[in-house]
């Protein structure tokens, strides 16, 4: 079967988690591919794939695998927003900081969206969007409208989140 390049970057960022004992998962489940997106960058862990606001955007939104296309809508809705893939949490980690600086600049809030849990997502958002809890059975878009996946969710949580924080910086998440 012939795969997405997005799906290819998956599969070898996958490979290189497998030395760390990792496991990743792909879908062919319609996740398009998305401008911006390589191998080179994925490899990073996390990177900016749309950015409206410059070195000092709004918001920022990340999502990884499928989400990430729902971080992008939203983002093109919200003035001076940037979206993120972060395909991989723990090589991003491993960056320097300046690079992780550049991804997720301090001072800005960030809203993280991933279907399958927020768990863990507190460390690098301010907001998590994604399931918060177990049993939810039906198809993908009757959950994800469940669980506020949605990109008009996203809008009204990151905007709701600019205006908590205004012109007052939010605490950095990402430890620099």
């Not at 990743?24 to 990073?44: C, N």
């Not at 996390?46 to 983002?75: F, H, I, Q, R, W």
């Not at 301010?126 to 993908?140: D, E, K, N, Y």
């Amino acid at each position: 079967k012939q795969k997405t390049a997005y799906e290819i970057c998956a599969c070898l960022v996958g490979s290189e988690m497998c030395i760390r004992d990792r496991v990743s998962t792909q879908s062919t489940g319609g996740t398009p591919q998305l401008d911006g997106s390589s191998v080179a960058k994925a490899r990073r862990g996390a990177y900016v794939l749309a950015a409206d606001g410059g070195d000092k955007p709004s918001v920022v939104l990340v999502g990884t695998g499928t989400e990430t296309a729902l971080c992008v809508a939203a983002a093109a809705r919200i003035a001076n927003a940037r979206a993120v893939s972060m395909p991989c949490c723990e090589l991003f980690d491993e960056q320097d900081a300046a690079y992780r600086a550049s991804v997720f600049p301090p001072g800005v809030p960030v809203v993280s969206v991933e279907a399958l849990s927020t768990f863990g997502w507190n460390k690098y958002s301010h907001v998590q969007i994604g399931m918060s809890s177990f049993g939810a059975s039906a198809p993908a878009p009757k959950v994800y409208e469940h669980f506020g996946i949605t990109v008009d969710n996203v809008v009204a949580k990151a905007e709701a989140l600019i205006a908590k924080f205004g012109s007052n910086a939010p605490p950095t998440q990402i430890e620099l």
